[in-house]
């Protein structure tokens, strides 16, 4: 039975499992991941905005990680008539505490149509009138100029003379389309991004006890950024990048959209330091949204790292559209992990090497099921076997070609753990190839991250059940994920905790 969806319900969280009240006044539980899980389908708490209306200001809420390693923030401005003054402030820490420059680029933006690749995003045209560079420290200067007069010609070569001395607050027109000059290639820089937009509305429920009251969280999908630098001023995204907020509408707390909002080239914003959380790679993490990756791969993710013998399991729940309610498929892998070292290349970031052993492939759609019975025998489990809701192990058959998965292999990964301002424990995992292969060799080693996991049992946690798939409201036995809660746990654990609405 699907849990229905109502804006106000009383539900209370321990580490483990979720107590909720239902409408007809039942008291229920479930598994706190699945809890997790289950909520990122309620749908009637996301909507999302086809034409996207972009006017506005829109923000980054924290520090941003691109490919490289890039570290920098975003603040983007869109007016009625289509023009756009778009600024990136860049650091030389991933606390985006010490700027080192930034850009200052506008333009004008038209929508087109609905993309054909990326389902729920939009295409648009984009053309820059000018970009601007403002250097906040010597360093800076010297580094980007030398960049600039070494691998730019015609009009840039010497654009920065050797020895010029750093003037605070001065900017430097580096791409000028009325004069037909284009010094940024030096800098990596591109605004493909703009070439694929989507726009998301959430209502978030008050944590007052105000009849019917939400908050509306508005967040602009921009497109991705290449993971292989060479390519990143050619490459058209078909996935998104860590979205911006409306300035207006966006979550609360947030320290550093305040301060976000009211930088621009001369004042870029400087967020607090951040201490580096050391790696607990133990517990279970799920994903906090329905998240997209390159070549329109829509996915959820849940990990679960057992860190006395650095084992861990993950299922990743595939689906075919942006909101992840139409499941296509389930992988489940698992294997074991290296002990982390500290990166040298992505300050704040940890270095693991993960093994794949095992893997097991559950086809849920049609489609899934045909593809997987036509693939050659011996290549993905026993080809014709394949049922909607039949788990199959692929182990056997070193993987599956059809899903590009090989056994055994290893992956070079690169993590990192934060602390959000709500308490809540984050996992980032390094971002995924944008050409779609494996991170197999120490080179291909990610350095920017996916969006984050929420930690959703600590390392205590003691149950290690399978979620379906099928998840929303059921269990794989077919009972009622929902189960009634005995009153002397509800009073013991109602002693430990306290309530919150949602």
């Not at 791409?175 to 726009?199: I, N, W």
């Not at 300035?247 to 951040?274: F, M, N, Q, T």
């Not at 698992?334 to 070292?341: I, N, Q």
Request: net charge positive.
């Amino acid at each position: 039975r699907q849990v229905p969806f109502v804006q106000k319900r009383l539900h209370l969280c321990s580490e483990n499992i979720c107590l909720i009240l239902s409408l007809t006044g039942k008291l229920l539980w479930e598994p706190q991941c699945q809890y997790q899980l289950r909520h990122l389908q309620d749908s009637a708490r996301i909507s999302a905005l086809l034409p996207p209306r972009l006017e506005g200001h829109w923000i980054s809420t924290g520090c941003e990680v691109r490919p490289g390693p890039e570290f920098l923030t975003r603040s983007y401005l869109f007016y009625s008539n289509r023009l756009f003054k778009a600024y990136q402030f860049y650091y030389w820490d991933p606390s985006c505490h010490n700027p080192s420059y930034s850009l200052v680029i506008k333009g004008k933006l038209r929508l087109r149509q609905a993309s054909w690749i990326t389902r729920g995003a939009t295409e648009a045209d984009y053309h820059l009138h000018k970009v601007g560079i403002v250097f906040h420290s010597q360093k800076a200067m010297q580094e980007i100029s030398a960049r600039i007069n070494q691998t730019s010609g015609g009009d840039c070569s010497g654009f920065f003379p050797p020895g010029r001395s750093w003037a605070p607050g001065v900017l430097y027109e580096v791409l000028s389309a009325k004069e037909g000059r284009d010094c940024t290639t030096a800098l990596g820089f591109a605004m493909h991004e703009l070439s694929l937009v989507r726009v998301e509305k959430h209502y978030e429920p008050l944590l007052q006890t105000q009849p019917n009251g939400s908050r509306t969280v508005e967040e602009l999908y921009l497109g991705d950024i290449h993971t292989k630098w060479s390519e990143r001023l050619h490459y058209r995204p078909t996935g998104y990048q860590r979205p911006l907020q409306s300035a207006v509408h966006h979550v609360h707390p947030c320290p550093a959209c305040g301060i976000i909002y009211r930088s621009d080239e001369h004042h870029p914003p400087i967020l607090p330091a951040k201490a580096e959380l050391p790696m607990q790679l133990s517990g279970r993490w799920v994903s906090a949204h329905c998240e997209i990756r390159p070549a329109v791969l829509f996915l959820t993710r849940y990990f679960i790292f057992h860190g006395t013998n650095r084992t861990w399991e993950g299922y990743y729940y595939h689906y075919s559209d942006p909101l992840c309610k139409q499941p296509t498929f389930t992988i489940y892998a698992s294997g074991h992990y290296t002990k982390g070292v500290p990166s040298f290349i992505v300050r704040g970031g940890t270095e693991l090497a993960f093994k794949v052993t095992h893997a097991r492939v559950t086809a849920i759609d049609q489609v899934t099921v045909t593809m997987l019975n036509s693939s050659e025998p011996g290549t993905c489990g026993e080809t014709g076997f394949w049922s909607a809701g039949l788990e199959q192990d692929i182990t056997l058959t070193n993987g599956c070609l059809a899903l590009g998965i090989k056994l055994p292999h290893t992956e070079y990964e690169l993590f990192k753990m934060e602390q959000d301002m709500k308490d809540r424990s984050l996992l980032f995992i390094g971002e995924r190839p944008t050409d779609g292969s494996s991170p197999d060799r120490p080179e291909k080693r990610p350095t920017s991250y996916q969006a984050p996991l929420i930690q959703c049992v600590g390392a205590t946690g003691v149950f290690s059940k399978h979620i379906s798939p099928r998840y929303l409201g059921k269990e794989d036995n077919g009972n009622e994920a929902l189960k009634p809660l005995p009153m002397a746990f509800l009073l013991s654990l109602m002693a430990m905790q306290f309530l919150r609405w949602d």
